[in-house]
Nanobody, 120 residues
Framework: QVQLVESGGGLVQPGGSLRLSCTAS????????MNWYRQAPGKQREWVAR???????NYADSVKGRFTISRDNAKNTVYLQMNSLKPEDTAVYYC??????????????WGQGTQVTVSS
């Protein structure tokens, strides 16, 4: 069984910063791509950022230059540093990872989500 657990969400003023974390646990053999997605009220879930096992990164245009994704392979953890936050960044943020476990090969796993609210 593999689980992803996010943390670090909260309420922040416009222009502020937050750092999200997502840790994978369980019978893990390998972790490949790790992603952050978000879903705002009334909107579809959208992809935010991706980091592969070689630490190559990609970002959605809406967050490029403001958000930074990173990972600590020893801790099975991916981070999302969010700076210069805007009200339109308000959403539930979800972690996603492609993981090979002792049971499955390259399966997608999702965290439960963490709320980020940007408001004055």
């Amino acid at each position: 069984q593999v689980q992803l657990v996010e943390s670090g969400g909260g309420l922040v003023q416009p222009g502020g910063s937050l750092r999200l974390s997502c840790t994978a646990s369980g019978s893990i053999r390998s972790i490949y791509d790790m992603n952050w997605y978000r879903q705002a009220p009334g909107k579809q879930r959208e992809w935010v950022a991706r980091i592969d096992s070689a630490r190559s990164t990609n970002y959605a245009d809406s967050v490029k230059g403001r958000f930074t994704i990173s990972r600590d392979n020893a801790k099975n953890t991916v981070y999302l540093q969010m700076n210069s936050l805007k009200p339109e960044d308000t959403a539930v943020y979800y972690c996603n990872a492609v993981i090979s476990s002792t049971t499955y090969y390259r399966r997608h796993y999702w965290g439960q989500g963490t709320q980020v609210t940007v408001s004055s």
